[in-house]
Antibody, heavy 121, light 107 residues
Framework: EVQLVQSGAEVKKPGESLKISCKGS????????IGWVRQMPGKGPEYMGI????????RYHPSFEGQVTMSADKSISIVYLQWSSLRASDSALYYC??????????????WGQGTLVTVSS | EIAMTQSPATLSVSPGERATLSCRAS??????LAWYQQKPGQAPRLLIY???TRATGVSARFSGSGSETEFTLTISSLQPEDFAVYFC?????????FGGGTKVEIK
């Protein structure tokens, strides 16, 4: 069974750093792009970008470029999303999701359970 | 950047009735459109990709149609488990983009 399991909820203060994770199993982890998607309460998903675990190649949405960093460790089938300095506006639910095929232009066919990030002083 | 507009924002439907949801792209995206269902507290679930292909395990009640800029998701006979929010997603042009969603609620 294909699974993406994300790290648990986080509560942070503005200015702090954070790294959340997404571990894949049940498939060839290095073969599929993994994306990160932000969802604010009551809003539609927002595409943040994707990373290919095999070579860590990334493609960021312009709105998120420079704001977050995606990385991968294919040896342990994990991708990461990190912030160097959180803002209150980063408070949201973050999903990782797998592309349904090998290209960088695919729908997301498997999703993690989501990681809630709360940034508050 | 392409804009994706879903309508209506909320659709009130009785169980057993048909629901028709619309997604419009501001420019042509060929057939590179997906539909997802999201229930409260859950991650989105892929229903349709390539505008009209059902994902694995998706009920035949769900059908997708359209191309270029106009797309439709039809739920033929609403079951209690179908009341949820539905999002479209274009993956034709960088950056990929989701629509704002249509909430299907019980009438």
């Amino acid at each position: 069974e294909v699974q993406l399991v994300q790290s648990g909820a986080e509560v942070k203060k503005p200015g702090e750093s954070l790294k959340i994770s997404c571990k894949g199993s049940g498939y060839s982890f290095s073969s599929y792009w993994i994306g990160w998607v932000r969802q604010m309460p009551g809003k539609g998903p927002e595409y943040m970008g994707i990373i290919h675990p095999d070579d860590s190649k990334t493609r960021y949405h312009p709105s998120f470029e420079g704001q977050v960093t995606m990385s991968a460790d294919k040896s342990i089938s994990i991708v990461y999303l990190q912030w160097s300095s959180l803002r209150a506006s980063d408070s949201a639910l973050y999903y990782c999701a797998r592309h349904g095929g090998p290209s960088a232009w695919e729908p997301f066919d498997q999703w993690g359970q989501g990681t809630l990030v709360t940034v508050s002083s | 950047e392409i804009a994706m507009t879903q309508s209506p924002a909320t659709l009130s439907v009785s169980p057993g009735e048909r629901a028709t949801l619309s997604c419009r792209a501001s420019q042509s995206i060929s057939r590179n459109l997906a539909w997802y269902q999201q229930k409260p507290g859950q991650a989105p679930r892929l229903l349709i990709y390539g505008a009209s292909t059902r994902a694995t395990g998706v009920s035949a009640r769900f059908s997708g149609s359209g191309s270029e800029t106009e797309f439709t998701l039809t739920i033929s006979s609403l079951q209690p488990e179908d009341f949820a929010v539905y999002f479209c997603h274009q993956y034709n042009t960088r950056p990929p983009l989701f629509g704002g969603g249509t909430k299907v609620e019980i009438k």
